[in-house]
């Protein structure tokens, strides 16, 4: 089952996801049967599943399909929470057992107790571990008696929706008795959450994987720069998390390996959400997604494992040590991914089509579209993955007027308060704030970011300080700039230069481009599958070949009016042009997409 029209929280992920499934499947020999509604999507290409059908995804009509092509399963975990939503339907209404249809992947009661928030609650109570601390009302007057306890501000969460749908923050009776309405009226089953606050600590997830024999590993850790109270589709993040002392990450793994067995995912991925309060070290369990999601693209292609892939392989009875590490291929997918490198992913908006919406960012997701960045170093990745927003940012720069940065005065008081709202130009707000005086400790309170995070930015600052100092950049200074991430256009903007100037001097000193492979193993054995990103390390990994080449250049991150269409034109482009006999040469930057 697909997940249907492209909506916040559902975008490309799930093409991506859905079509490794579809592939996977068939190698081992089923024939698969796929049902969607959106036609600008690859798993809906007539050359992929052996029967296709574009149709609405509701329930009668997944009963017709069912019915017409008596299939022996079905996988409801490769299309997001449409497809959760409608096999726990079709479940319910006994219309699967009714057909002899097994569901794989995840079975109704792992579904039901991971999407169910006081199902949920009852299982990590099961197992000693904590959540913020709440109660699910079903009317509005049931949730006023649990706020009296938890207090403000609060933090609403309806039960089995998508992207935060429905949710909100709210820091008086006003907007709680909104919020709380709005909420009822989006969950299906007419239940919300009311949390305790936990806005300010620092988020994390885990992507995990189970197979049939209870073996578990962790993929991915991924770590939101912003911190809790901003949805994690809306969080610029990082992977692997920065932040973490082994002991603290020791403790978050233990805890994702009893959830998953608690819960009863058998086979196949998970996604679990952790906030951390950053001054007591206390961690509790925020959700989990018994599906793959947004961040399962994200971590496939941060580290190489292929989770969509994998998760529909364990879903037909394959252990993970019998399946072959597809990068390496010489190492099974029981390995865990160890990464020699730091990934960045920065949300793409599109307020700029909607004046009327509020931009401050909360448990609602708002962003369109990701783009994602890999550098031998954060502060690398961090200026990589501001280029490929396609904002006409070159890196990490101010605009060239207040508004651009979406303030009103660069005042440090001014400043500050601009940093105490999530937004999506808050990156840009800090570096102002480093320009106008203020400390890191005075930027990490307001935003409550890690300290870790602000000092990276700090020490970028202060290289931007020491390049314009200098009387004549030799090439160790050169490299040296590039190294931390900055482009030809930033280093011509500090010096009064040329882009073309930099670039020339560049290239007569030899300082080009190198690129290294992803490869789940940092290096331990050699890869197999080309797949590289671009560094100023001494080393180049890239071996081209003799062979015809056609680069192929992707649409980036998803927007209003440019998405997976895109997308789709570039892999038939791909499978084309292998087909005459030429090399393919895919450049992207967007995580979600089938291309890359």
């Not at 939503?85 to 009661?109: D, K, M, P, T, Y």
């Not at 994987?209 to 109270?229: F, Q, T």
């Not at 991925?269 to 309060?277: K, P």
């Not at 930015?457 to 991430?485: C, F, H, I, Q, S």
Request: proline share 5%; with cysteine.
């Amino acid at each position: 089952v697909g997940a249907g029209p492209i909506i916040i929280g559902q975008a490309c992920a799930f093409d991506y996801s859905g079509t490794q499934a579809v592939r996977a499947l068939k190698e081992e020999g089923y024939r698969t049967i796929l049902i969607n509604s959106n036609p600008a999507t690859i798993m809906t290409d007539p050359d992929l599943a052996d029967r296709t059908y574009i149709e609405p995804l509701t329930l009668e009509w997944v009963q017709r399909v069912i019915e017409r092509e008596k299939p022996d399963a079905l996988l409801p975990t490769m299309g997001g929470q449409t497809a959760l939503n409608l096999a726990i339907q079709l479940h319910e209404s006994g219309f699967l057992e009714e057909h002899g249809v097994e569901l794989i992947g995840a079975n109704a009661r792992s579904i039901a107790m991971a999407e169910d928030r006081e199902q949920f609650a009852e299982a990590m109570a099961r197992i000693g571990l904590a959540l913020p601390h709440g109660g699910f009302a079903q009317t509005v007057e049931e949730a006023r008696a649990i706020v009296e306890n938890t207090g403000y501000p609060a933090i609403i969460r309806p039960s089995f929706t998508l992207g935060g749908t429905g949710g909100g923050i709210a820091y008086n009776v006003e907007e709680f008795d909104a919020a709380v309405r709005r909420g009822l009226d989006a969950s299906p089953i007419t239940e919300v959450l009311v949390d305790r606050s936990v806005i300010g600590w620092k988020e994390y997830e885990l992507e995990v994987v189970r197979d049939g024999a209870d073996n578990v590993i962790i993929i991915c850790s991924i770590e939101n720069i912003d911190p809790m109270g901003v949805h994690t589709g809306d969080s610029v993040t990082v992977a692997p998390a920065q932040t973490l002392t082994d002991v603290e990450y020791q403790k978050m793994r233990n805890a994702a390996i009893a959830i998953i067995r608690e819960i009863g995912v058998e086979a196949g991925g998970c996604n679990i959400q952790f906030a951390v309060d950053p001054r007591t070290g206390e961690m509790l369990i925020v959700e989990m997604n018994p599906r793959v999601s947004r961040s399962s693209a994200l971590a496939s292609k941060a580290t190489g494992f292929p989770i969509a892939r994998v998760g529909a392989k364990l879903a037909v009875g394959y252990l993970l040590h019998e399946l072959p590490n597809d990068i390496t291929r010489i190492t099974p997918a029981s390995f865990e991914p160890v990464l020699d490198y730091t990934v960045v992913k920065f949300p793409r908006f599109a307020f700029e089509k909607f004046a009327e919406v509020n931009p401050t960012l909360g448990v609602q997701m708002k962003s369109v579209g990701e783009t994602m960045a890999i550098g031998r170093t954060f502060k690398a990745a961090w200026q990589k993955g501001l280029r490929g927003l396609e904002v006409g940012r070159p890196g990490w720069t101010i605009g060239r007027t207040l508004k651009d940065d979406a303030l009103t005065a660069d005042d440090p008081d001014s400043l500050l308060a601009a940093l105490r709202r999530p937004t999506a130009e808050r990156p840009f707000q800090i570096k102002r704030a480093f320009l106008a005086g203020i400390s890191a400790e005075e930027i990490a309170d307001a935003t409550k970011f890690d300290p870790w995070f602000v000092d990276q930015l700090e020490e970028l600052v202060e290289l931007e300080r020491w390049y314009v100092a200098l009387e004549e950049p030799t090439a160790a200074d050169l490299r040296r700039m590039k190294r931390n991430g900055f482009s030809d256009r930033q280093l011509a903007d500090l010096r009064g230069e040329t882009e073309k100037a930099v670039r020339e001097r560049r290239h007569a000193w030899g300082i080009r481009p190198t690129y290294n492979v992803v490869d789940t193993c940092a290096g331990e054995f050699p890869a197999q599958t080309p797949y590289y990103y671009s560094s100023y390390e001494d080393e180049d990994e890239a071996q081209p070949s003799d062979r015809k080449k056609i680069v192929i250049l992707g649409s980036g991150p998803n927007r209003i009016g440019q998405g997976i269409e895109f997308d789709y034109c570039c892999v038939q482009a791909v499978l084309a042009l292998s087909e005459a006999g030429y090399e393919t040469i895919m450049v992207n930057s967007n995580p979600e997409t089938v291309s890359t």
